[in-house]
C-alpha cells in the first residue's frame, strides 16, 4: 500500500484511487466491515492508516477496536501535525493544501 498527496490525486485521480481501491473494494464484495484508524505520518507529511477488517454486521467490534488502537497512539489531529512538520521543513504540502 501507499499514500498519496494531495498535488499526485489531482494529477490522476482515476489511477490513484483504482489502485487504493485494491485495499477496500474488496471488503464489501466479500460482505465485510471495515473500519480506516490514523496510524501516524510519512516521513513527507503524509498521513497514513490502517484498515481494520471484520465479518458482516461486527461493525461495532471495529469501531471499539479502531478506537482503543486510535488512542493508544496518541496522535495529534492531522491537520495540526501537517501545520507542525510544515514549520519544522516546509515543503510542497502548503502549495498542494492552496490548490
Not at 482515476?14 to 471488503?27: K, S
Not at 488502537?69 to 501537517?82: D, E, G, I, K, S
Request: no cysteine.
Amino acid at each position: 500500500g501507499t499514500a498519496y498527496t494531495i498535488a499526485e490525486l489531482v494529477a490522476d485521480p482515476i489511477t490513484l484511487n483504482f489502485r487504493l481501491g485494491t485495499y477496500t473494494n474488496f471488503v464489501n464484495l466479500a460482505d465485510l466491515a471495515a473500519v480506516a484508524v490514523p496510524a501516524g505520518f510519512l516521513p513527507n507529511g503524509v498521513p497514513q492508516g490502517i484498515s481494520l477488517i471484520t465479518p458482516a454486521f461486527a461493525d461495532h467490534d471495529a469501531a471499539a477496536l479502531a478506537e482503543r488502537f486510535h488512542r493508544h497512539q496518541n496522535l495529534p489531529l492531522a491537520a495540526r501535525a501537517v501545520a507542525a512538520a510544515d514549520r519544522v521543513a516546509p515543503s510542497h504540502r502548503q502549495e498542494e493544501l492552496t490548490t
